[in-house]
């Protein structure tokens, strides 16, 4: 039996009657029940994934249970709280799923920022324009959520170059984009790749083959967006984040996607007169945490609607915590955004230090997210 | 019917005799027929392979017809030359056999000078360690041909140790290393790799996977050659060339080894606090051509040994022709070696201009090889 089975139980059990099947009170919505709580909480929570909530595939830290202690007894959210991390490569709806199933706790696609959720702010000037898009997962389906409409991933590109990758015949991918695949055919008919410029670079998630999008990405950038064909200005380059480092499954930290820009920064610097131009997302830049407080903020209002609507709009947050394993990305970052966040930082992933972090030490440092969440809803006189 | 069985049958007529396939005399070994011509030119010529001799896997300029112009009709050398590349990842022998079935003139393993053919040096110094090869095609057999003993490719290094590459759930590799597989079984009885440090790092070939491979790498030169164990110095690295861009079938330049090296520095020094230390081989180095006029001058007193035995240890070219494509590469390594290199630039690679290249000036520029070999007989008053 799942947890949202269990908090639907107990949340009979709470309303102190037993409601038959048949009862139309009983067929509430879930929606219904997370606003059966009329105290909204003056601070809220956000978690970074990796090093925090899960390493690899696998939860740590006591996170399943220290989460389920956000949530009243009836499944309804009882601190607003959201995951904001720098990781990404399928659209917030599917990761809000994977994040249910892996926690055993009902997370909504809203609870979920990614380090593409940003780039939806970018439809508007791309809407209709040819762009590229990097990285693991399926990058051209989370652009095409966003509403970009002429989105192509770079396997797809690349594709359409004979031996643009010298050593493609070293390699045989199996990569399973169906979504991309029914892309490439619908834009044969609509435009020619080999004719039409592309307008923009997005690096969605962290790049599988390396070689190859370097290769590619300086192809685009370097021609103007169209490899080997004239010599026009660089197209813009955006990067959902920037970390250099982070933990995953392996004991040592990974390279990153900001690893992957240095890589690419420090070939095309070389190979051409002007300096590659980028915008990188992501923590720590203060833009994502701002962010995150009006996401937030969203969420504490939509969950306890009822009372205070005349002071909804006046709303703000005393203190948020973030929670996060890195000190350069998680803290620096909650440092840089200022009030309300209060960053915390963990010892199971990056940071492993025993005391605090010398460069940029973090407000609370505690062993696991369990232990974080334990000091906050003390600290907040939460009951649970 | 190929050219060495042209060769052969006019070996034969120019004998004035026609012997019987019984004939002692005919079966005499293609060796014995190099050495029957006793003039020794006191010139030579090298020749680069990519965008001069072959672009991808067809060839160029001319290039197959030059060649045979440098045969006496009996398939005996009339003109000392070999090739000269950064490319690699094959052994010496296997390249040759390509080559002579590709151009159809009979190519010695003396003949092909590979970026890698230096790595032989260094076999005193690690034969018996455990050592770390990188790269395309057959990088550990390549290693191994040359006497290093205890040789793992990073791929098989890589495989020992779960989770070191976060990304591999995303690719397939389908490379297909035989000898790689028979080597890593032998060696798990041998030594631990967990707990065996690695005592060098060699760049044989084009890494094919740019992420992994700059992960791994790091890990072993960070820790002091065992992944996340220790902080040790770092080991050794060796880079067989470091050209940054080189002409393959695509219509423009493709990234090469310098490239990956930039890629591997540049993160190297972002997370280490001392700078990366290595060692590129490779033309413009002096030393290869240094080593390529070595060769040479064997290969003249092999062929052609009948005569002036006396003055054979004095022999010395009067002039050697570099014949290629990469002005900084090429050119610019004749160049620096000196005496007696003569560079000549091809059109048919990375240089693409009318005149003479601007930062690298050869001493000659023409279309193609066939160009270059049409102006070296001639100036050296062979007839062909």
Chains 1, 2 share one sequence.
Request: positive net charge; contains cysteine; proline residues 7%.
């Amino acid at each position: 039996m799942g947890f949202r089975s269990v908090l639907l139980r107990a949340s009979r059990a709470r309303l102190r009657y037993s409601p038959s099947p048949e009862d139309p009170r009983f067929r509430r919505s879930f929606s219904q029940l997370l606003h059966s709580e009329p105290e909204r909480p003056s601070f809220g929570i956000a978690f970074d994934i990796d090093g925090v909530i899960i390493r690899g595939r696998t939860t740590i830290g006591g996170s399943s249970h220290a989460l389920r202690r956000l949530y009243h007894a009836d499944g309804t959210l009882k601190v607003p709280f959201l995951f904001l991390t720098n990781g990404g490569g399928v659209p917030e709806t599917k990761r809000s799923l994977e994040l249910s199933e892996l926690l055993g706790v009902p997370i909504s696609p809203l609870q979920v920022v990614l380090g593409h959720s940003p780039f939806r702010q970018l439809v508007s000037r791309f809407e209709n324009e040819l762009i590229v898009a990097v990285g693991k997962g399926e990058p051209s389906l989370v652009m095409a959520e966003y509403g970009f409409k002429k989105v192509l991933s770079i396997n797809d590109y690349a594709s359409y170059f004979n031996h643009i990758d010298p050593l493609s015949q070293y390699k045989t991918w199996s990569l399973k984009q169906s979504f991309d695949k029914n892309c490439k055919l619908s834009f044969q008919s609509k435009f020619n790749v080999h004719s039409e410029r592309v307008k923009g670079a997005f690096v969605v998630s962290d790049p599988v083959d390396w070689g190859r999008d370097i290769q590619v990405l300086c192809d685009i950038l370097r021609y103007g967006g169209l490899p080997g064909k004239g010599n026009g200005h660089q197209p813009p380059l955006y990067f959902a984040a920037d970390d250099l480092e982070y933990q995953a499954a392996f004991p040592c930290e990974r390279l990153g996607m900001g690893a992957f820009r240095i890589a690419l920064e420090s070939i095309y610097n070389r190979i051409h007169s002007s300096p590659l131009e980028y915008t990188s997302y992501g923590k720590p830049n203060p833009s994502v945490f701002k962010n995150a407080e009006s996401t937030l903020t969203k969420l504490a209002l939509t969950t306890y609607p009822a009372k205070e609507t005349r002071v909804s709009k006046n709303f703000a947050f005393n203190i948020i915590y973030m929670i996060g394993d890195n000190p350069k990305v998680d803290v620096n970052g909650a440092k840089k955004a200022g009030h309300p966040w209060f960053p915390i930082l963990t010892r199971t992933g990056v940071f492993k230090g025993k005391d605090n972090d010398e460069h940029f030490p973090a407000d609370l440092v505690v062993d696991t997210v369990e232990e974080a969440v334990d000091f906050i809803l003390k600290k907040e006189n939460i009951q649970s």
